[in-house]
Structure formats: C-alpha cells, structure tokens
C-alpha cells in the first residue's frame, strides 16, 4: 500500500511503494511501460535497460587495468597453465615434478610457466639447479578455486 512504512532486514524503517501489476492479456503498451518504471523504482535487482551516459562513463574501466586483467584471465585459459595452476595448489613444486606430473618436455612446461610469470600468476626460486614455483598470492588461489568450482557448477 502507498506510504506504508516497513522494517528493512538492518531493523531501519523504509517506506514501502505499491508496485502496480501490468494485466497480461492488457494491449496498452504505456501501461506495460509505467510497470516496469513502478517495479525499477523498487526492485533493487531490476536492471535498467537505459543508462545514462554518465552512469556508462562511471562503470569505464582504464585501459591498463583492462590490459592487466585480460593478461591474467590468458594465464587460466590455457588448459596446461590450469593443470599447471592446480599442481601448485598445494605449494611449491620443482620444475622437474611438473614434468613428470604432466607428461611434457621440459621446454613446453617452462614456455608455460614464463606465460603464468608474466600473467603474475605464480613466482619460482631458484635453489642449487632446480626452480621451484608457487602460486604468486592468495588471490590467485581464491580465484584458481572460483574458476574450478565454478566449472564443476556446470
């Protein structure tokens, strides 16, 4: 009902707005146009299919940080970079390991740990003759763990 007062969820009071349903079988175009107007105006999950150029120009990301994202998702679009990536869940794992973990030569698992170092995915160290590598942060396991769950949700 208009003017209504109602507890949100945090315990404020908010005004509540009565939404007006649009008839289904109603052929007035208006009508079906001021229903969604009424809904947008209190749904907070209702998507406005118009933007204002000003709320287009806020949601602008700049380009270096689009550059830098884009290299990041490359470092999970590959699927020996993604085996890659989950061999190192557990922690540090020498070079040689990774080799005989995935069946490669040597040169194909280095070309691909070059690309996660450059996507900033992972860092080795080297100790004597070997090169031991590591997820970079714990971001890049949060997302590693996103990125698999997520596919599992399929």
Known sequence: MAGAVRMS????RTPSL??????????DR????RHATERHATDPHATNPHLSERDLEAVKLPEDLVEEAVRLARGFAD??????????RRGEVCVHQIV?????????VSHQLR???QARLVTGA???RHVY??????HVASMLEGVLSHSQEA
């Open 133 to 138: 590598y590591r997820l970079a942060d714990e």
């Open 79 to 88: 699927p020996t970079r993604l085996r890659i990536l989950a061999l190192l």
């Open 126 to 128: 080297k100790r004597g």
């Open 100 to 108: 005989t973990a995935l069946a490669m030569e040597q040169s194909a």
């Open 115 to 117: 690309v996660l170092r």
């Open 18 to 27: 009565k939404v007006k349903v649009a008839d289904p079988h109603a052929t």
């Open 30 to 33: 208006h009508a079906t146009d």
């Open 9 to 12: 969820a945090a315990g404020s």
